[in-house]
């Protein structure tokens, strides 16, 4: 949970950097230091007091000391990416825009999830058997 909000806390301080300035505070000499909305709530003094200190670690619960040059690039070495949603297939298939009666689109929707794919298999089911 703490790393997760020192990440924010960069995010936010690089968001701020990259989108306005190369140090937005002197960039933008009306403001609170980083963003354009003089109406902004943002305390970058604070975000920037607070990057400074050590995140709290407690070796039972957190993964590795994140202040620890070595245990975060450890962690990083080991981590992997889990994607998520459809898997990739080795051939694409095209996208179809066609036309069909609504009643008809509708008892396909209602037949549940894969409603597409089964409809691929029964029109390669007609190709194959010469219907099509």
């Not at 297939?89 to 036309?99: G, Q």
Request: hydrophobic residues 40%; contains cysteine.
């Amino acid at each position: 949970m703490v790393e997760l909000a020192r990440v924010v806390l960069v995010l936010v301080y690089w968001y701020g950097v990259k989108r306005f300035a190369p140090f937005p505070r002197d960039a933008h000499p009306g403001t609170s230091g980083g963003c354009m909305n003089k109406h902004a709530k943002t305390d970058w003094d604070r975000v920037r007091r607070e990057a400074d200190e050590p995140v709290p670690y407690d070796p039972a619960v957190d993964p590795y000391d994140p202040n620890s040059g070595d245990a975060v690039e450890a962690f990083w070495k080991r981590a992997r990416v889990i994607r998520r949603g459809r898997p990739p297939v080795a051939i694409r298939r095209p996208t179809l825009n066609m036309r069909v009666d609504a009643d008809v689109l509708e008892h396909l929707r209602a037949s549940g999830r894969g409603w597409q794919t089964r409809v691929n298999a029964i029109l390669r089911d007609a190709v194959k058997s010469g219907r099509l």
